[in-house]
């Protein structure tokens, strides 16, 4: 047991920090929620040069190895400051399916490229039947055919909430390539140039201003070669990168959570009415008190995924268990700091608790939300087993006895007998 | 960072694993957060189990071989309290271990410590935590039971109430006090009384929940040798241990053996023909009653490794481990009521009680769900120190005007 940031952990988020609290501004943050590109590039270019990039690759793609649940502490210091960048749509969800399933050459290709900045990419996974509930991040949800044509294969259909779709050099396309049988079962993985003739994409507008795309695809030709790993092989290594992917948006909404605490026990501690900081009211310290149950249980739940996930171990019950806890607990933290800062939460103009709240939408939802992760612990308990029961010969001390208000010992207790006078 | 134990602490947790699935019944009452109401049959059970815990060293490993102890470190100590809370052992030392044991180490005699420390390690001594008084519930310091000061003794006179009682005691670790003065804190002292002292009165306080009392100190002569720690420092030295009490891997087992139970009788229960866990109503309660309960298994961890490092970070400012226990408690037994609709309310003794009357056992527990410090006590300490947000001093004297001081 040991719930400590490392030495190393340490001097990493400190790093971060330092980083983040120059580069990304709130002054940023608003700039890229109101463009179109949603990122920079030149920062992307520094983020490379950090390491952050090529974090968990190995070292022959230009990676360094790292561990997840270091990892996790950069993106706890990401969603502090909002940083926005395609660093999970990138890096993770299609940079980690290419790793976990793709095949060496690809890995060295893609994987070095992503390593040094050189290449964007965006996950397009989601269809506009599936976005409706649970099943957008399900095997199930995938409906969009992929039909094979001499070396080719061709692509017709719709994805949407494809975050970074439009700035995207290439898409992680997942199809279904197999209509019968289990649906993980009938899912391929296609690296598509986001240049390909026939795709169109179009930024949605949503609450965020993250970049979110609907990206058209009309008869869109891709070879052979760029199938992820193997055909109707590719729902595992996409479920494995979303698991990943789920917990570093907890990290995120960590992060988040911990600056808003930090924020409104301030504005507590400093904003006067009635003569007095408004701090000292119960009903103010109420919303900070409960921030902080709301950052400690996501920290803890963060982490704890994080940490099985960096053992090697599967973890769907740890992973569901926090995104399932932290998108709803999140959006209740950003609705307590909202309360303590009053009217001034909510003026767009200068006020971050707004950004943090509005972020927080994507964060909840991406990957799934509470109801969908709920849905994953319930059939995670389905396979628990019956519970263990002791051995010893049956007493039958609890049967058939009522309940007494004034127990039988009482008496003989007020007589002066303790405990080992029980002669039973 | 690491959320779980080391290969000797899996093999200490499979040992005491193994002990209490032999000592304990085949027909054990698995899941009772809360031991009500123990009669003399079922007291004498637990009472010899607890007698073969502490003499393996169960009942507070992590306490010295001296101590009756294994001299082993917190976390088995924490393995050994979330196993017994696990296979819900009833045994009636608790508060001993809990409660009394801690201010001991740190503040008695080596006479103190000799003669109470081994006795309670293995479980052949029972002790009352004595501190609430009518006037004295969330506002500790307001105790008026004195221990007035005469030559080698002191003369108790008051009275204290809700005080938990699984069984007979033969300690009372009470606080008293000893000095008329302001702050009211600093008059406080604590006293390791014996429950037969002449002069001691009991009366009974039934509650819906844990069984109490009322104790009634008239003219109790105590050696000053019962003192504990320092006069007039009660106060703070139970303040220092009350870290203690609000820690604890204990409750966490329970809620986790708890939980399985459910989840296996949602898996053998019936409804319309088919099993209550893919109702989906039920399925959502599970889930959420899933991520609530890992909460409450890290939250007393963390506490937990927070004694580990004593000597690095210093004492845990703020502890969520109660909060987060009162309040899950609460739902969960609110919602597992209404799971079962109107068998909800049956009694385990009652025909057609579902799910062996735990549901309106722990439903009616958690009305009662006081000791630790109420919720509202509970949040205003992390508020003043964990995020030092001001607050109204208290008043000095009556009459005296409330101040705001910055935290």
Redesign the interface.
Known sequence: ??????EE?IMLQKMAREFLEKECTEKFVREMQAGDVGYSKEQWKKIADLGWLGFLYPENCGGINGSI?DLAVIYEEMGRTMFPSPHLATVILCGMSILYGGTEEQKKEYLSKIACGDLIMALALNEPESSWDGKAWKAEGVTMKAAAQGDNYVLSGTKLFVEFGKVADYLLVATQTKATGKAEDGITLFLVDAKSQGITSNLLVTTGGDKQCEVIFDKVKVPKANIVGKLNGGWAPLAKAMKLGSVLLCAQMVGADRKMLELA?DY??TRTQFE??I??W?YV??H??MI??EL??SW??T??AA??LSKGESAD?EVA?AK??CSDSHERACWRAHQVYGGVGYTILDGVMPLYSKRGKYLQQYLGNA?YH??Q??S???K?P?????????????????????????D???K???????K? | ?????SPEQEKFKNEVREF???????????DHRHD??????????G?RLQQKAGAKGYLAPGWSKEEGGLGLGD?EHGISGEESGY?NCTW?TQQGLRVCGPPLHVFGTPEQKKKFLPSIAQG?M?WYQTFTEPNAGSDEANMQLRAIQDGDYFVLNGQKTFIT?Q????YLYTLARTKDVLPKHRGLSLFLID??TKGI??R?L?TIGV?T?EIFFDDVRIHKDSLLGELNRGFYHAMETFAFERTGTIDAGRAR?HF??L??YC?DTKRNGKPL?QDPEV??M???M??EE??EW??S??G???L??KEKLGAQP?N?YA??KKTFLTKHAEEESRMLGMYGQL???SKYAPFDGRVEAAWQDARSFHPEGTM?IL??V??DR???????SRPEGPGKPVT?K??
């Not at chain 1, 039958?396 to 208000?405: A, I, K, S």
């Not at chain 2, 960072?1 to 134990?5: A, H, K, L, T």
């Open positions: 047991m040991d719930f400590s940031y490392s952990q649940l026990v507590a501690k007095v900081p701090g000292v119960q310290q109420e900070c008190v902080v149950t400690d249980s803890w739940l982490y704890d940490w099985k019950m268990l399932g806890w109801e709920m849905e612990i319930a995670e308990l389905d628990w019956v519970p263990p029961q002791p051995r010893g010969k049956a007493l039958h001390l609890w049967e058939g006895v009522e309940e007494q208000r004034i127990p039988d010992w009482f003989r207790f007020c002066g007998e303790g405990m080992a006078a029980n039973i | 960072m690491e959320f779980g134990f209490f699935m032999n000592e304990l019944p085949a027909d054990n009452r698995m009500m109401f123990l009669n003399e049959k079922q007291l004498a059970f009472w976390i296979w009636p052949k029972v009682a069984s007979p005691a033969d429950a037969h009165s009991y009974p039934p069984f009392i053996r399985e139970e989840v296996q898996k866990i399925r959502k599970l889930a959420e899933a991520m890992r909460i890290l939250c961890w963390h937990q490794w927070y580990t490092q703020y969520l909060i987060f009694k385990k003794v509202e949040k205003n992390v508020a964990g995020l030092g947000l001001p607050r109204y705001v910055q935290g």
